[in-house]
């Protein structure tokens, strides 16, 4: 799995989609729902379901983060699913807080 900066990707057992915001500094497998991501551009394969274990949500807008593997990933389709590289779930990143000005 060769995830490039802007590269789209989709769970194969739900709805979510992904763009790439920042590549991952190993090649551990990216899942969701328990199932590997596949190209957007590629057929969804047939008969997969999201694994229980693996139930989340996916919402539109938020990056998703691993703080080990630098993995960033903006969804941009909702889905029913948990996100996780290597076997360990992904998190929502955070906004930075603005500095104010008086």
């Known amino acids: 799995m060769q995830l ?3 590269s789209r990707w989709k769970s194969a057992a739900c709805n979510a989609e992904f763009v790439v ?3 991952a500094s190993s090649d551990e497998q990216v899942t969701c729902g328990g199932h590997v ?3 957007s ?4 394969p047939e008969g997969l379901t999201a694994d229980p274990a693996h139930a989340g ?3 539109t807008g938020k990056r998703y983060f691993d703080e080990q593997s630098g ?3 903006l969804a941009v389709k909702p889905g029913t699913s948990a996100l996780a590289i290597g076997g360990r ?3 929502l990143r955070e ?4 500095p104010t000005s008086d």
């Not at 551009?41 to 969804?44: E, H, L, M, S």
């Not at 906004?95 to 603005?98: D, G, I, P, V």
């Open 57 to 59: 949500a996916i919402l």
């Open 71 to 73: 993995l960033e990933l």
């Open 37 to 39: 991501l596949v190209p």
């Open 41 to 44: 551009d590629t057929p969804k």
């Open 89 to 91: 779930p992904m998190g």
């Open 95 to 98: 906004a930075k807080a603005l």
């Open 21 to 23: 915001v920042r590549p």
């Open 4 to 6: 490039k900066p802007g």
